[in-house]
């Protein structure tokens, strides 16, 4: 981020359009669905249902009985009428959802031990590789991404079962991988294998672990050094903490819903003092950031405390920091806060900040 200067509580919203709630929303907050609204205790969600409870709240418990259970589960639970069946499907797909987060917990710590090891102290390499044995298929894909996102890098999990493993990758902006893993099947250094530009998957023999890893290395390399070289955050408005109040969350959901096709606006706070920041819950940062005329705005960086992010919020105490990220509403107890969702973080120009 560059020093943004003294800034207004808000500027205009640049390439922001109205759009209105999809149909399927209106009805998960009228709780029409028995499933859902099962779904929606069990996981505690309070308060009116967003977009984004469908991809960090509802999905993953949905997707937790195809990952480490029953797949038929999901379908049953939003095809039942009978209140009863709804909420012992959800609880168990609840359940299965925490045993999944244990699993994915166990195989990233080895996932991540492996790829430091490979990537040295200084992280050279174009891509991530790691593989283990006995690891869950069903989480292979989270714990690429989770790779991807830790050292910005195409990174690939695979499950070995013996002499044979399938796994999975994701990929970074400007990086097909689909293209290089349908490369390396002709190659013949896999089984089978295809995906597109941002997500694939392969089965691949022991034997072909190195040859891959030096395949994808010497395929990948130039587009990945151009890819972290040209990485930048497209930041929507700058505002204060003071501005980042109800009154502008609420314009920003008639924006809504966000996705790949319609992102959520991305704001930066400019020379706000790091007031409080504290490690929480697993691997996140909480901050407090305090504007020049002592408004506060809650600020949170998930999965970033062992991150160059985290470490440098947890640094800054007491210091100012232009921070970037997405805002959020938390519902607790009957009350609405504002929060951010810390997306990046840069030292404030010392003669800027007051």
């Given at each position: ?91 168990k797909l609840n359940q299965w959802n925490i045993e999944r987060q244990e699993v994915e917990k166990r195989t990233l710590e080895q996932a991540e031990a492996e790829a430091y090891a490979s990537l040295g102290h ?87 672990l190195g040859d891959l890893r030096a395949y994808l290395e010497a395929k990948l390399r130039e587009a990945v050094e151009k890819s972290l070289h040209e990485a930048s955050l497209e930041i929507d408005a700058a505002i204060t903490a003071r501005g980042a109040n109800g009154e502008l969350f609420k314009m ?103």
């Amino acid at each position: 981020l560059v020093a943004l200067g003294t800034v207004a509580d808000v500027v205009p919203l640049k390439g922001l359009n109205r759009a209105f709630v999809t149909k399927g929303l209106i009805s998960l907050r009228n709780r029409e669905n028995h499933g859902l609204r099962a779904l929606m205790d069990a996981a505690r969600l309070e308060g009116p249902p967003e977009a984004w409870h469908l991809g960090f709240l509802l999905g993953p418990r949905i997707n937790a009985g195809g990952r480490i259970g029953d797949a038929t589960l999901g379908t049953k639970l939003l095809i039942t009428n009978d209140p009863a069946e709804a909420n012992a499907i959800a609880q168990k797909l609840n359940q299965w959802n925490i045993e999944r987060q244990e699993v994915e917990k166990r195989t990233l710590e080895q996932a991540e031990a492996e790829a430091y090891a490979s990537l040295g102290h200084g992280e050279q390499g174009a891509v991530v590789i790691a593989s283990g044995e006995g690891w869950h298929p069903g989480v292979v894909g989270l714990v690429a991404a989770r790779l991807k996102e830790r050292f910005s890098r195409p990174a690939f999990a695979i499950a070995m079962l013996g002499e044979q493993g399938t796994g999975s990758g994701r990929s970074i902006p400007g990086v097909d991988l689909g293209r290089a893993v349908r490369g390396a099947v002709e190659e013949g250094l896999l089984l089978k294998g295809g995906g597109h530009a941002m997500a694939a998957g392969l089965t691949v023999t022991k034997d072909k672990l190195g040859d891959l890893r030096a395949y994808l290395e010497a395929k990948l390399r130039e587009a990945v050094e151009k890819s972290l070289h040209e990485a930048s955050l497209e930041i929507d408005a700058a505002i204060t903490a003071r501005g980042a109040n109800g009154e502008l969350f609420k314009m920003i959901e008639r924006a809504g819903p966000f996705g790949s096709g319609n992102p959520e606006p991305v704001f930066a706070l400019a020379s706000h003092i790091v007031a409080f920041a504290d490690p929480v819950g697993q691997n996140h940062v909480r901050v407090r950031l305090r504007s020049n005329d002592g408004a506060t705005i809650s600020a949170v960086a998930f999965r970033a405390m062992d991150r160059p992010l985290g470490q440098a919020l947890l640094g800054a105490r007491g210091q100012a920091m232009h921070v970037a990220g997405t805002l959020s509403v938390n519902r607790w107890q009957g009350r609405e806060t504002i929060e951010m969702r810390i997306s990046d973080a840069a030292n404030a120009d010392p003669l800027v900040a007051r």
